[in-house]
């Protein structure tokens, strides 16, 4: 992306990451052998009470509530405010997960009316809750904090005349899923070669959008899928298994592709075609710098 284009991060593509982060952090507070993590803010101006639990035990994980915090902050419209309450759940072997958002029901039995008051005045909405309402002091405090909109949404300053508004941010009621992608099969095969660059091209079929390319450009490595999501480094190794290629990928490269860890490209190819396929991928990686690994080749 240029310097002349809009270069703040999408909401939505930067909740997806604070979310990811928020999963990546309660991992990392946990010793392995764990099949469910739950981790659930609440929050209400700046009451708040943050629980991470591993299998029914709680636990402690640092760094989350600043990600949360984030997540509320990118979450806010100004109709209708934003989340009380934020949950989502990690199962391991996977870098999904799945959830849900409530900015309507109360998330604490007891809300401080100070809590009440900051939460109006920080994200104000138009129709506030009965609860929330119910909740607010009789008197105002002498000082007020600036409202979200005032401190920020600073890409509304920032944003040059011909670029476009900015997306709407994340949801603040609903479910949430996010569900990587594990495998794809390939029916069509492209090799392309040029003098500085060479790519091989794996489509399920050739008028659909799913896709995995692999290429390089002299001595530098670039994988993506769908023609859109792309990394330039974090691929561990490329397997050809008989009429399976597999690629082992770090969490950030598999985050990058919208992938699991591990993806598998199912190869419905001619003989000739995998063939030309396991002649080609070798010649094209070796020539990369701290390439991945080539297994079955």
Do not use: K
Not at 1 to 6: H, I, P
Not at 186 to 191: D, G, K, L, N
């Amino acid at each position: 992306m240029t310097s002349e284009r809009y270069t703040w991060p999408a909401r939505p593509d930067e909740g997806h990451s604070t979310r990811m982060t928020i999963g990546d952090l309660a991992r990392a507070a946990t010793a392995p052998g764990w099949s469910r993590l739950t981790v659930r803010r609440a929050q209400v101006g700046a009451h708040t009470l943050t629980t991470v639990t591993r299998d029914g035990r709680e636990i402690a994980a640092e760094g989350v509530d600043e990600q949360f915090q984030r997540l509320r902050e990118l979450s806010y419209r100004a109709d209708a405010g934003t989340w009380f309450a934020c949950e989502l759940e990690f199962t391991p072997g996977s870098r999904g997960y799945t959830g849900r958002v409530d900015s309507s029901a109360p998330p604490f039995e007891d809300v401080p009316p100070p809590a009440a008051l900051g939460e109006l005045t920080l994200f104000p909405r138009e129709e506030p809750p009965a609860w929330l309402l119910a909740a607010l002091p009789t008197a105002a405090p002498i000082a007020l904090p600036a409202a979200y909109d005032d401190r920020h949404d600073h890409w509304r300053h920032h944003r040059g005349d011909h670029e476009p508004p900015p997306p709407p941010p994340p949801p603040i009621t609903g479910e949430l899923a996010y569900r990587p992608a594990t495998a794809m099969t390939a029916r069509v095969f492209e090799h392309h070669q040029e003098p500085d660059a060479q790519y091989v091209h794996l489509t399920e079929q050739a008028d659909e959008p799913e896709s995995l390319l692999v290429g390089c450009s002299w001595n530098a490595l670039w994988v993506s899928r769908g023609g859109m999501r792309g990394t330039g480094e974090g691929v561990r190794s490329i397997m050809l298994d008989g009429e399976v290629l597999r690629l082992e990928l770090t969490p950030e490269a598999a985050d990058a592709l919208e992938t699991e860890t591990a993806y598998e490209v199912r190869l419905d190819l001619p003989p000739e075609m995998t063939a030309r396929l396991r002649a080609v991928l070798p010649g094209m990686l070796r020539r990369v710098t701290g390439g991945p690994e080539l297994i079955g080749f």
